[in-house]
């Protein structure tokens, strides 16, 4: 499982937006300077961000971005499914899989299902908040 740009990306944006939440309404244009993402791509990840009711958002003078949630109950497991779909570290575990044929015999199945489990809880165990309180130096709770 490797998280794309998109992911990435969003969780920078809703970092952002919790950081600078108590500014109320914040402009697509100054997340993307502040974050060094072009604004295109911006346009592309908000709209997902805001139709799932992560973010709310209004148009025109004053217009801009926010949170919904607090940042302490906005979870990276949530950005990151939104964004890249299924966690799932193989094919068979998504959401949308084919039944597979070797379902009933494969031996590795177990071990892909432990693994699926384990990222889901290790991103649904971290919020916002937690990312914001974080340096680049600092290790995250297990």
């Not at 959401?95 to 070797?102: E, G």
């Not at 908040?129 to 995250?140: D, F, P």
Request: with cysteine.
């Amino acid at each position: 499982m490797k998280i794309s740009t998109r992911g990435r990306y969003a969780l920078r944006v809703m970092i952002d937006l919790a950081e600078h939440n108590a500014e109320g309404y914040i402009p697509m244009k100054t997340i993307a300077e502040r974050q060094g993402i072009s604004l295109k791509y911006l346009e592309q990840i908000v709209p997902v961000l805001t139709r799932s009711g992560l973010i709310a958002g209004i148009h025109g003078k004053g217009g801009g971005y926010k949170l919904i949630k607090p940042a302490e109950e906005t979870m990276v497991g949530e950005i990151l499914r939104l964004t890249e779909g299924d966690l799932a570290p193989v094919a068979c575990l998504e959401c949308d899989a084919k039944p597979c044929a070797r379902t009933g015999i494969c031996k590795t199945l177990p071990m892909w299902k432990a693994l699926h489990q384990m990222i889901n809880t290790f991103f649904d165990g971290i919020s916002l908040a937690t990312l914001m309180k974080n340096s680049n130096t600092q290790k995250l709770p297990l």
